[in-house]
């Protein structure tokens, strides 16, 4: 099999030779070139025809979001890996390079101790991001798809014995998402509307202070109160809670309260905030009461806690490959034969709001029949 030949740009001497030096310690990659500027950038991609580029943001001449946009007019599909500060100027710029077409981002090392470590951060980070898009020896994408066209609104194949979902009332919707999440997320959340009429928990896996800019930018955007989730904070109907980066998020009830609880165990999945841990979480607190959604997203965080969902008798959507940017989230609950229904981006906000919406109707008549 080929390498994946990676185009780094980045304005750093540095940092182009600390690149250089992870990505060709997996033998699946290969360097196709560097570029100090957005401007060289633009000139070496067909010259060395990368399968990935790594760009950073803050560059001479021509930096990452110009040099972003013009990549977009030239090579609407070639991925592009934004390597940013972890910091607060560094999470803005992200957030508007998902605007503008990014596919997804790594953060730059910070405060790790040697070139070794710095080394093993980007390798554990980048390397995955990488490969997601390149993944030649996988035949899932075109058997995934022809699955898709036929069951995109029927149950997936069950693999174990499940509890049979119930006309049970949602009072709660849990949301995991990854790679591609942000856009997404921007896409699907604004249909919603002000009455919606439970809380709506959502793990995107990002690193602290971007997370707090990906809510703030939701809630600019829909008509729900969108914002970074608080320890001990009251979760109502009609708001949406994102987990912040590096804290797990679970459910507690306190009287007839129920209260956002934060910490700081053990990453599942190698993940902090995961699925997983919200899943479950919401499973048993909530039991045949819960909807939870996967979407778009690099690995399989969230699978373990849709089998409890679903052992419970609560329901789950997932994302269909067609419009996810990776489909590793939602192929993983998929396959496992969890997922109730697989939709198309354009169409989950709809179901979400049909689920919610019918199960009260439905319980309202049981009640009305008592």
Not at 98 to 110: Q, W
Not at 151 to 159: E, N
Not at 288 to 316: E, F, K, P
Request: contains cysteine.
């Amino acid at each position: 099999m080929r390498k994946i030949r990676v185009l780094i740009v980045d304005d750093s001497t540095v940092i182009r030779r600390l690149l250089t030096n992870a990505l060709t310690s997996d033998p699946a990659i290969e360097i196709a070139g560097v570029a100090a500027n957005g401007k060289i950038a633009l000139a070496k991609i067909p010259q060395v025809a990368p399968d990935v580029i790594t760009l950073d943001m803050e560059m001479p001449e021509m930096d990452g979001l110009t040099t972003l946009v013009e990549i977009r007019k030239l090579y609407p599909k070639l991925p592009v890996i934004m390597f940013s500060t972890l910091t607060q100027r560094g999470a803005e710029a992200t957030m508007e390079a998902f605007t503008k077409g990014a596919n997804d981002f790594a953060t730059k090392p910070s405060n790790v101790g040697s070139v070794t470590a710095a080394i093993e951060t980007v390798v554990n980070e980048l390397v995955p991001k990488i490969k997601q898009f390149c993944n030649w020896n996988s035949r899932s994408s075109s058997i995934a798809r022809s699955e898709m066209r036929n069951q995109s609104d029927r149950p997936s194949t069950q693999r174990k014995p499940l509890v049979p979902v119930k006309p049970s009332r949602v009072e709660i919707v849990v949301i995991g998402v990854s790679t591609g999440g942000p856009n997404a997320l921007t896409a699907m959340l604004p249909k919603l509307p002000e009455s919606f009429p439970v809380p709506i928990l959502i793990v995107q896996h990002m690193p602290p202070v971007f997370t707090k800019h990906l809510a703030d930018r939701l809630n600019q955007l829909c008509k729900l109160h969108v914002h970074e989730a608080v320890d001990g904070e009251v979760l109502v109907a009609g708001g949406v809670w994102l987990a912040p980066g590096n804290f797990h998020m679970t459910l507690r009830r306190q009287g007839p309260q129920l209260k956002a609880v934060l910490n700081q165990e053990q990453p599942e999945n190698s993940c902090r905030p995961a699925v997983d841990v919200l899943f479950r979480s919401a499973s048993e607190l909530f039991g045949a009461n819960v909807l939870a959604v996967v979407m778009t997203g690099m690995g399989n965080d969230g699978q373990r806690g849709c089998d409890a969902i679903r052992q419970a008798g609560g329901r789950v959507i997932v994302q269909d490959e067609e419009t996810s940017v990776v489909w590793g989230m939602p192929g993983a609950v998929f396959n496992a034969g969890l997922a109730h229904k697989i939709l198309p981006l354009p169409r989950i906000a709809d179901e979400i709001l049909l689920q919610t919406q019918s199960s009260r109707a439905v319980s309202s008549r049981i009640a009305v029949r008592v």
